[in-house]
């Protein structure tokens, strides 16, 4: 089993749902993005979603483009984010990649697989490669033991929901509104029935993100889903910090206050 | 135009995924999957509805003004030592050869219940052929559109506001025409339910490149029957500027299967494809993914997409339609760059020779005829034929070219 698998099914013995929290590699800086990861780990969130930075992020909202950029305009490159990647994985925390596609294309997917796999990581996110353009990274996926997380959507077909389902591994992605990252004042009325979706064609553990970004939502969401992902809200943190501590500091605020609410399912 | 004219051309690409050989397909967000397939299900159910077709034909004709004239320019001809034939889609309501595509997706729009389009435009002129098309439809009409973009184009931003469609300027990444498709994506992705994203050029995801194709390609079906008449003939090459590349392939298509006929795409090269300063991306860039599609872009070692620059706005964009792509590795249309100076040279010689003020975009095309000529005449031994797609008129452009020239009154 992955050890994406192992973390969702000792949070499920617990009773309890998986906190995703994810940053921008690179983002303040290299040293500044390890820190905040690292931080985040102390405070209670169980696996690291490290995103690539990439020019042109058509699935996040200003927040999160608003970091990437800031970490690409310091020059952050492919081989700092695996860098990232291993000095996070170090924490003991499963580290997952989100990253749109052309950059893996680019480093050339079955080299990038190699070593990200060499780097720990358990696998990829991708927001722009469904599973019908994914040969190629099926086989790297599969020579080098890793997962795949494809997305699902409230958009999806029963038959697109199974098709791409069959293609995951380690867990799926349901996107819990039509639209893109950033924290909102609503959880969506969607995600349940998508995740109940989900769960009518597989045992694989499903993760809901887009729009988390309070304990409280956190704890609605763990009520029926087995991983909340959280993004803006704590990119949000170090972003609008006056200083890099006070930046930490609120990071670890929140980090704290979400796995509070991941630990107390509203059900 | 003819009953078939939107009918698929046998053996003709996209494969039913998209796919123009290695290039091509969908990479976009799971979200935007089944507005794809809902937009490539009504496309495909309306070009084989006569219907359609004769809304669509009466609407070219009696809207926008088509067929555009086949113009036989004779002193331009003389000037560069071949028979230049010119098609003119500068004469089409709203000044260039968009109109077409937007009149066809607008119509798409209406059929399937849609009551919003979304769009972006770099130098403007897709933003208000899409504003006319949607006051004329009676939708709601959202432009994004780059920031440095919107203050190059304030004429254009007053036109489409003037045609009642909400200009939005795009403040992110470099703020020009890539950013503005980026904007225009996330928000079809949140309201993909009521809302067209009416994509401007033959690039993004399937079926967006064949289908933009096929509702422009009646400019080389009607170059290619007028040239008949006219010469007895067809031409010994036809040529185009590409930014993504719709009016190329509009004009291209007819003629793919005629082996004899060239087919020349001029890119823009700014101040040259060896500077970091251009927009050619088949010259000068190579495989990977941009904005829904595999084809040629602009980018650095590490897949992050580089800034374009060019002097026209419509070419300024730091990918191309997949199309040309496979067009270019299967070697049955070159593309060549060519830079601003070579284009404001061309540009001149037309506005001096003929009367006609061409797009600066139409004018790489021009520029590139005129390298083209000689070699040609050459090759052949005698004067070639040359069937020129002047996808534009240069109203828009009148304050960049008179700055070029040095001509504007500096006091305004
Ligand atoms: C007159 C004209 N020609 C050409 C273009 C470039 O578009 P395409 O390459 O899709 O034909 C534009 C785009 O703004 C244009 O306005």
């Known amino acids: 089993m992955s050890r994406i698998g192992v973390a969702f099914d000792k949070a499920r013995a617990d009773g309890r749902a998986v906190l995703v929290g994810c940053m921008p590699a690179g983002f303040p800086t290299v040293k500044g993005s390890i820190a905040a990861m690292t931080a985040m780990v102390e405070a209670g969130v169980d696996v690291i979603e490290v995103e690539i930075p990439y020019s042109d992020p058509v699935m996040d909202g200003p927040v999160i483009q608003k970091a990437s950029d800031i970490a690409l305009a310091g020059g952050v490159r492919t081989a700092d984010t695996l860098r990232i990647i291993e000095a996070v994985a170090a924490t003991g925390a499963p580290v997952v990649t989100m990253t749109y596609w052309n950059p893996i294309e680019r480093y050339g997917v079955d080299v990038f697989a190699r070593d990200l ?25 599969d020579a080098h033991g890793l997962d795949r997380t494809f997305l699902v959507s409230p958009s999806s077909t029963d038959a697109r929901v199974a098709m791409t389902v069959e293609n995951c591994r380690g867990f799926v992605y349901a996107t819990a509104v039509m639209g893109v990252t950033g924290a909102r004042a609503r959880t969506s009325d969607a995600a349940p029935t998508l995740v109940s979706r989900v769960r009518a064609v597989t045992d694989l553990p499903v993760g809901v993100g887009l729009g988390v970004g309070t ?53 | 135009m003819s009953a078939d004219a939107l009918a698929p051309v046998a053996g003709s690409q996209p494969d039913s995924a998209g796919h123009f050989g290695r290039f091509g397909g969908r990479f976009v967000p799971e979200a935007l999957v089944a507005a794809l397939d809902e937009l490539d299900g009504a496309w495909r159910t309306a070009i084989a509805d006569e219907s359609f077709q004769a809304e669509f034909g009466a609407l070219l004709r009696d809207y926008a003004g088509t067929p555009s004239l086949l113009y036989e320019a004779r002193r331009f001809s003389a000037k560069i030592g071949a028979r230049v034939l010119l098609k003119r889609e500068d004469l089409n309501h709203t000044g260039a050869h968009k109109v077409r595509n937007v009149l066809g997706q607008a119509l798409l729009t209406k059929r399937m219940g849609k009551t919003r389009v979304i769009a972006e435009t770099g130098a403007g002129q897709h933003g208000v052929a899409t504003a006319t098309a949607a006051a004329l439809f009676d939708l709601e009409c959202v432009v994004y559109m780059g920031e440095v973009d919107t203050e190059r184009q304030a004429l254009n931003v007053a036109r489409m506001r003037m045609l009642g469609a909400t200009v939005v300027p795009v403040t992110t990444g470099s703020r020009t025409l890539k950013d503005a498709m980026n904007e225009a994506m996330r928000d079809w992705v949140a309201n993909v339910d009521e809302t067209h994203y009416l994509i401007g050029t ?85 495989a990977g993914v941009l904005h829904g599609a595999r084809t040629y872009v602009l980018q650095d070692a590490d897949g992050q997409t580089l800034e374009s620059h060019s002097i026209s706005a419509g070419l300024d964009y730091p990918g191309v339609g997949p199309e040309h792509a496979w067009l270019h590795d299967t070697g049955r ?80």
Not at chain 2, 378 to 406: C, Q
């Open chain 1, 117 to 141: 796999a060499a780097a720990g990581g358990t696998g990829l996110i991708t927001p722009d490669l469904i599973p019908d353009e994914a040969a190629e990274w099926l086989a790297a996926s």
């Open chain 1, 215 to 267: 304990g409280a939502q956190a704890s609605t969401v763990a009520g029926y889903a087995d991983g909340v992902i959280v993004g803006s809200a704590l990119v949000r943190c170090v972003l609008d910090a006056p200083s890099e501590a006070e930046g930490l500091a609120a990071l670890r605020t929140l980090s704290a206050e979400l796995a509070e609410g991941v630990r107390n399912p509203a059900r």
């Open chain 2, 202 to 286: 033959a690039a993004g995801p399937h079926p967006f490149p064949a289908m933009v194709r096929d509702f422009v390609r009646g400019i080389g079906d009607e170059a290619r029957q007028q040239c008949l008449d006219l010469t007895g003939a067809l031409p010994d090459a036809v040529t185009a500027c590409v930014g993504g590349g719709s009016n190329a392939l509009g004009i291209f298509h007819a003629f793919v299967p005629d082996e004899d006929v060239r087919l020349y795409g001029f890119e823009a090269g700014g101040d040259g494809v060896t500077t970091s300063r251009h927009a050619a991306s088949i010259t000068g860039g190579s």
């Open chain 2, 333 to 412: 249309a070159s593309y060549l760059p060519v830079t601003d100076a070579e284009a404001m040279a061309a540009f001149e010689l037309l506005c001096r020779t003929e009367g006609i003020i061409p797009a600066i975009e139409s004018a790489h095309a021009l520029a590139g005829t005129v390298t083209l000529a000689p070699k040609l005449a050459a090759e052949l031994g005698r004067e070639p034929t040359i069937v020129v797609n002047l996808s534009g008129r240069g109203d828009k452009d009148v304050h960049t070219a008179g700055d070029y020239f040095g001509i504007l009154d500096k006091e305004h």
